[in-house]
Protein backbone atom coordinates (compact mmCIF):
# COMPACT_ATOMS: atom_id res chain seq x y z
CA UNK A 1 0.00 0.00 0.00
CA UNK A 2 2.54 2.40 0.75
CA UNK A 3 4.64 1.89 -2.63
CA UNK A 4 1.06 2.58 -4.46
CA UNK A 5 0.75 5.63 -2.34
CA UNK A 6 3.90 6.64 -3.26
CA UNK A 7 3.81 6.39 -6.82
CA UNK A 8 0.23 8.45 -7.07
CA UNK A 9 1.59 11.08 -5.29
CA UNK A 10 4.86 11.51 -7.59
CA UNK A 11 2.40 11.48 -10.39
CA UNK A 12 0.75 14.25 -9.22
CA UNK A 13 3.57 15.96 -7.86
CA UNK A 14 5.02 15.83 -11.43
CA UNK A 15 2.49 17.05 -13.06
CA UNK A 16 1.81 20.29 -10.37
CA UNK A 17 5.46 21.31 -10.81
CA UNK A 18 6.13 20.40 -14.09
CA UNK A 19 2.92 21.27 -15.70
CA UNK A 20 1.84 20.51 -19.44
CA UNK A 21 0.39 17.43 -21.24
CA UNK A 22 -0.05 14.01 -19.19
CA UNK A 23 0.21 11.26 -21.48
CA UNK A 24 -1.67 8.26 -19.74
CA UNK A 25 -0.77 4.32 -19.68
CA UNK A 26 -2.48 2.11 -22.50
CA UNK A 27 -6.08 1.60 -20.94
CA UNK A 28 -7.21 -1.85 -19.75
CA UNK A 29 -9.95 -2.94 -22.03
CA UNK A 30 -10.58 -6.36 -20.08
CA UNK A 31 -10.94 -7.76 -16.61
CA UNK A 32 -13.30 -5.84 -14.07
CA UNK A 33 -16.35 -6.85 -12.45
CA UNK A 34 -18.97 -8.88 -15.19
CA UNK A 35 -21.78 -6.35 -16.66
CA UNK A 36 -24.70 -7.97 -14.99
CA UNK A 37 -23.28 -7.49 -11.61
CA UNK A 38 -22.09 -3.94 -12.50
CA UNK A 39 -25.67 -2.94 -13.56
CA UNK A 40 -26.78 -3.67 -9.92
CA UNK A 41 -24.10 -2.42 -7.86
CA UNK A 42 -24.50 1.07 -10.06
CA UNK A 43 -25.27 3.65 -7.54
CA UNK A 44 -24.88 7.69 -7.42
CA UNK A 45 -22.82 8.70 -3.98
CA UNK A 46 -21.95 11.72 -3.13
CA UNK A 47 -19.23 11.43 -0.59
CA UNK A 48 -15.33 11.34 -1.82
CA UNK A 49 -11.97 10.37 -0.54
CA UNK A 50 -9.11 12.87 -1.36
CA UNK A 51 -7.63 10.18 -2.41
CA UNK A 52 -5.97 10.43 -5.93
CA UNK A 53 -6.53 8.36 -9.24
CA UNK A 54 -3.37 6.66 -9.73
CA UNK A 55 -2.63 7.38 -14.02
CA UNK A 56 -3.68 4.01 -14.68
CA UNK A 57 -6.61 3.49 -13.21
CA UNK A 58 -7.59 7.29 -14.63
CA UNK A 59 -6.67 5.99 -18.10
CA UNK A 60 -9.05 3.42 -17.50
CA UNK A 61 -11.92 5.56 -16.39
CA UNK A 62 -11.67 7.97 -19.23
CA UNK A 63 -11.69 5.11 -21.85
CA UNK A 64 -14.65 3.69 -20.46
CA UNK A 65 -16.14 6.99 -20.61
CA UNK A 66 -15.70 7.54 -24.28
CA UNK A 67 -11.88 6.24 -25.35
CA UNK A 68 -11.70 4.76 -28.80
CA UNK A 69 -12.77 0.93 -28.86
CA UNK A 70 -12.67 0.18 -32.73
CA UNK A 71 -11.16 1.38 -36.05
CA UNK A 72 -12.17 4.49 -37.54
CA UNK A 73 -11.84 6.32 -34.18
CA UNK A 74 -15.24 4.88 -32.92
CA UNK A 75 -16.17 5.69 -29.45
CA UNK A 76 -17.25 3.50 -26.54
CA UNK A 77 -19.92 5.54 -26.04
CA UNK A 78 -22.33 6.60 -29.56
CA UNK A 79 -23.26 9.44 -30.52
CA UNK A 80 -25.44 11.49 -32.76
CA UNK A 81 -24.71 10.69 -36.72
CA UNK A 82 -21.15 10.05 -34.92
CA UNK A 83 -21.16 13.92 -34.44
CA UNK A 84 -18.44 13.12 -31.63
CA UNK A 85 -19.78 16.82 -29.98
CA UNK A 86 -19.36 15.80 -26.33
CA UNK A 87 -15.95 16.60 -25.09
CA UNK A 88 -14.35 15.45 -22.11
CA UNK A 89 -12.74 17.91 -19.59
CA UNK A 90 -10.72 16.57 -16.25
CA UNK A 91 -11.10 19.19 -13.45
CA UNK A 92 -8.26 17.45 -11.25
CA UNK A 93 -6.26 19.44 -8.23
CA UNK A 94 -2.80 20.20 -10.97
CA UNK A 95 -5.58 22.01 -13.07
CA UNK A 96 -7.68 21.44 -15.95
CA UNK A 97 -7.14 18.72 -18.92
CA UNK A 98 -8.68 17.69 -22.15
CA UNK A 99 -9.41 14.04 -22.86
CA UNK A 100 -7.29 13.40 -26.27
CA UNK A 101 -8.61 10.27 -26.72
CA UNK A 102 -6.99 9.59 -29.84
CA UNK A 103 -3.96 9.85 -28.53
CA UNK A 104 -5.16 8.96 -24.58
CA UNK A 105 -3.55 11.44 -23.14
CA UNK A 106 -4.62 14.59 -20.91
CA UNK A 107 -4.28 17.93 -22.95
CA UNK A 108 -3.25 20.75 -19.81
CA UNK A 109 -5.64 23.61 -20.80
CA UNK A 110 -4.68 25.73 -17.41
CA UNK A 111 -3.18 25.28 -14.17
CA UNK A 112 -5.67 26.51 -11.75
CA UNK A 113 -8.04 24.10 -9.56
CA UNK A 114 -11.59 24.75 -10.76
CA UNK A 115 -13.38 21.92 -8.88
CA UNK A 116 -14.94 24.10 -6.44
CA UNK A 117 -16.94 25.48 -9.88
CA UNK A 118 -17.84 22.05 -11.23
CA UNK A 119 -20.86 22.23 -8.95
CA UNK A 120 -22.77 23.85 -6.03
CA UNK A 121 -22.10 21.24 -3.84
CA UNK A 122 -19.29 21.10 -1.36
CA UNK A 123 -17.66 17.27 -2.11
CA UNK A 124 -16.98 18.52 -5.75
CA UNK A 125 -13.94 19.99 -4.23
CA UNK A 126 -13.09 16.85 -2.08
CA UNK A 127 -13.72 14.49 -5.04
CA UNK A 128 -9.80 14.22 -6.80
CA UNK A 129 -11.24 14.29 -10.40
CA UNK A 130 -14.60 16.20 -11.90
CA UNK A 131 -15.54 15.56 -15.29
CA UNK A 132 -17.14 18.35 -17.20
CA UNK A 133 -19.29 17.38 -20.40
CA UNK A 134 -18.84 19.80 -22.58
CA UNK A 135 -20.87 19.79 -26.32
CA UNK A 136 -19.49 21.77 -29.13
CA UNK A 137 -22.57 23.20 -30.89
CA UNK A 138 -20.44 23.52 -34.34
CA UNK A 139 -20.03 19.82 -34.58
CA UNK A 140 -24.00 19.12 -34.51
CA UNK A 141 -26.70 19.28 -37.05
CA UNK A 142 -30.65 19.47 -35.70
CA UNK A 143 -31.26 19.57 -32.32
CA UNK A 144 -28.28 20.59 -30.69
CA UNK A 145 -29.87 20.97 -27.06
CA UNK A 146 -31.10 17.24 -27.36
CA UNK A 147 -28.81 15.47 -29.43
CA UNK A 148 -25.64 16.63 -26.89
CA UNK A 149 -28.13 15.86 -23.49
CA UNK A 150 -28.90 12.41 -25.33
CA UNK A 151 -24.77 12.11 -25.83
CA UNK A 152 -23.63 13.07 -22.63
CA UNK A 153 -26.16 10.39 -21.00
CA UNK A 154 -24.48 7.35 -22.49
CA UNK A 155 -20.81 8.74 -21.52
CA UNK A 156 -21.83 9.10 -18.17
CA UNK A 157 -23.53 5.66 -17.53
CA UNK A 158 -20.46 4.11 -19.34
CA UNK A 159 -18.83 5.89 -16.17
CA UNK A 160 -21.34 5.00 -13.56
CA UNK A 161 -20.66 1.15 -14.65
CA UNK A 162 -16.89 1.57 -14.47
CA UNK A 163 -17.22 2.90 -11.18
CA UNK A 164 -19.11 0.07 -9.96
CA UNK A 165 -16.96 -2.22 -11.42
CA UNK A 166 -13.67 -0.60 -9.46
CA UNK A 167 -15.31 0.25 -6.26
CA UNK A 168 -15.28 3.98 -7.00
CA UNK A 169 -18.28 6.76 -6.23
CA UNK A 170 -19.45 9.01 -8.26
CA UNK A 171 -22.91 11.17 -9.25
CA UNK A 172 -23.75 13.15 -11.95
CA UNK A 173 -24.63 16.75 -11.16
CA UNK A 174 -26.99 19.21 -13.05
CA UNK A 175 -26.81 21.85 -10.16
CA UNK A 176 -24.27 23.85 -11.29
CA UNK A 177 -23.32 27.52 -12.41
CA UNK A 178 -23.81 26.88 -15.77
CA UNK A 179 -22.16 30.37 -16.99
CA UNK A 180 -19.43 30.65 -14.07
CA UNK A 181 -17.48 27.04 -15.21
CA UNK A 182 -17.88 28.43 -18.85
CA UNK A 183 -15.71 31.68 -18.19
CA UNK A 184 -13.60 30.00 -15.74
CA UNK A 185 -13.20 27.02 -18.40
CA UNK A 186 -12.54 30.17 -20.99
CA UNK A 187 -14.64 28.35 -23.56
CA UNK A 188 -15.88 29.32 -26.57
CA UNK A 189 -19.12 30.36 -27.36
CA UNK A 190 -20.59 27.53 -29.80
CA UNK A 191 -19.04 25.62 -26.88
CA UNK A 192 -21.75 24.90 -23.66
CA UNK A 193 -21.69 22.72 -20.08
CA UNK A 194 -24.02 19.95 -20.18
CA UNK A 195 -23.34 18.07 -16.93
CA UNK A 196 -20.31 17.76 -14.66
CA UNK A 197 -19.58 14.19 -12.66
CA UNK A 198 -17.30 14.01 -9.77
CA UNK A 199 -15.12 10.68 -9.41
CA UNK A 200 -13.46 9.39 -6.53
CA UNK A 201 -13.13 6.82 -4.02
CA UNK A 202 -15.66 6.66 -0.66
CA UNK A 203 -14.32 7.55 2.41
CA UNK A 204 -12.77 5.96 4.68
Not at 37 to 51: I, V, Y
Not at 80 to 86: D, V, W
Not at 172 to 177: A, D, F, K, Q
Amino acid sequence: MRKRTTFVICAFLSLSVFGGDLQLPAPRKTGGMPLREALAARQSARAFSDQFLDNQLLSDLLWAACGINRDGGKRTAPSARNSQEIDLYVALPTGLYLYDAAANRLIQKMTADIREKTGVQPFTQKAPVNLIYVADYDRLRGEKEFYSATDTGFISQNVYLFCASEGLNTVVLGWVEKEDLHKAMKLTPSQHVILTQPVGFPPK
